[in-house]
C-alpha cells in the first residue's frame, strides 16, 4: 500500500460518494439514513473548497480510500475560528493507518487555514472515531445522549476537541467577517 494525501477535486466525487453511501447504509457515524448522490457529493466539494475551507482525499495509489473535510463549527461569524472535521475511510481499508494519515494533515490544514478549535461530533459514539482522534490529540469534552435512532436502537453523539495554533492562548490574526 502506497499512501499519499492531496486536496480533494470534483473527479473524486464518485469515490467520495461511494465511501459515504457504505457508512450510510451500514454504519452509526453518520446519522444519515440515504446517501447522498454523486451530484450531492459535487456540491459539498464545491462548497468546502470554495470557502478555502480543506478537503483532502488519500489515495493508495491512483485509488481513494478515505476522505476528510473541515467546515465551519456553525454559520454565526463568532465560530470563524471553530470548525468541525469529517472523516471517512473506504470500507475495506479500515485499521490501515488511513484515518490517522487524513487527520493528522486535515489538522494541519485546519490550522493553516486560521482555525483555532477543531471540533469531532462523533455519531453513534463509534469506538474507532473515538480511539483515532484520542491518538490525535483529541480531549473528549461531552456526550449527547440518545440524540440519534438508526439501526433500531437510540445512538449517542460524542463531542471531542482540539486547540489548533494559538488556541484560546492569543487573538486571532486577521478578522473574518463572512
Same mark, same amino acid.
Given at each position: 500500500?502506497?499512501?499519499?494525501?492531496?486536496?480533494?477535486?470534483?473527479?473524486?466525487?464518485?469515490? +467520495?460518494?461511494?465511501?459515504?453511501?457504505?457508512?450510510?447504509?451500514?454504519?452509526?457515524?453518520?446519522?444519515?439514513?440515504?446517501?447522498?448522490?454523486?451530484?450531492?457529493?459535487?456540491?459539498?466539494?464545491?462548497?468546502?473548497?470554495?470557502?478555502?475551507?480543506?478537503?483532502?482525499?488519500?489515495?493508495?495509489?491512483?485509488?481513494?480510500?478515505?476522505?476528510?473535510?473541515?467546515?465551519?463549527?456553525?454559520?454565526?461569524?463568532?465560530?470563524?475560528?471553530?470548525?468541525?472535521?469529517? +472523516?471517512?475511510?473506504?470500507?475495506?481499508?479500515?485499521?490501515?493507518?488511513?484515518?490517522?494519515?487524513?487527520?493528522?494533515?486535515?489538522?494541519?490544514?485546519?490550522?493553516?487555514?486560521?482555525?483555532?478549535?477543531?471540533?469531532?461530533?462523533?455519531?453513534?459514539?463509534?469506538?474507532?472515531?473515538?480511539?483515532?482522534?484520542?491518538?490525535?490529540?483529541?480531549?473528549?469534552?461531552?456526550?449527547?445522549?440518545?440524540?440519534?435512532?438508526?439501526?433500531?436502537?437510540?445512538?449517542?453523539?460524542?463531542?471531542?476537541?482540539?486547540?489548533?495554533?494559538?488556541?484560546?492562548?492569543?487573538?486571532?490574526?486577521?478578522?473574518?467577517?463572512?
Amino acid at each position: 500500500m502506497t499512501l499519499s494525501v492531496r486536496p480533494a477535486t470534483i473527479d473524486d466525487a464518485k469515490a +467520495i460518494a461511494a465511501i459515504y453511501a457504505h457508512h450510510v447504509l451500514h454504519g452509526t457515524a453518520t446519522y444519515e439514513v440515504v446517501p447522498p448522490t454523486q451530484a450531492e457529493t459535487v456540491g459539498k466539494i464545491r462548497m468546502v473548497t470554495g470557502r478555502k475551507w480543506p478537503f483532502l482525499v488519500a489515495c493508495d495509489g491512483s485509488e481513494v480510500v478515505g476522505y476528510s473535510y473541515a467546515t465551519q463549527f456553525r454559520d454565526r461569524p463568532a465560530y470563524a475560528y471553530a470548525c468541525e472535521n469529517s +472523516i471517512y475511510v473506504a470500507h475495506g481499508q479500515r485499521g490501515c493507518g488511513i484515518g490517522k494519515l487524513l487527520l493528522k494533515a486535515l489538522l494541519e490544514a485546519a490550522e493553516g487555514y486560521g482555525f483555532r478549535q477543531m471540533v469531532a461530533v462523533i455519531g453513534g459514539g463509534e469506538p474507532a472515531s473515538v480511539a483515532l482522534h484520542g491518538a490525535c490529540g483529541f480531549a473528549h469534552v461531552g456526550r449527547l445522549t440518545g440524540m440519534g435512532w438508526k439501526a433500531g436502537r437510540w445512538l449517542d453523539t460524542i463531542y471531542m476537541q482540539i486547540a489548533l495554533g494559538g488556541g484560546i492562548t492569543t487573538a486571532p490574526a486577521v478578522s473574518r467577517r463572512d
